[in-house]
């Protein structure tokens, strides 16, 4: 897997790999991640991936990042009462 690029942005960490014919898009925050893969056929141009990573993709990964820290929140205190 190659690191193509790091894009900045102030509330997730976004890398961006080339693998195995793929493009894969890596968002992290804190101890969560969500990845996501696209076909280097659906991108014409590698320069074109930010564009994918607009402000509603985002803001809809940032509410997927409060959904999956609930979650993992509700399973521990799940585990603690059991």
Do not use: C
């Not at 992290?28 to 990573?53: F, H, N, R």
Request: glycine share 4%.
């Amino acid at each position: 897997m190659r690191v193509l690029s790091e894009i900045p942005h102030p509330a997730v960490k976004i890398t961006i790999f080339a693998w195995n014919g793929k493009y894969i898009i890596k968002l992290e925050k804190g101890s969560l991640e969500q990845t996501y893969k696209v076909s280097e056929m659906d991108i014409l141009d590698e320069a074109d991936i930010p564009k994918l990573l607009d402000e509603t993709f985002i803001n809809n990964a940032l509410q997927r990042f409060g959904e999956m820290s609930k979650a993992l929140h509700d399973a521990q205190e799940r585990l603690e009462f059991s």
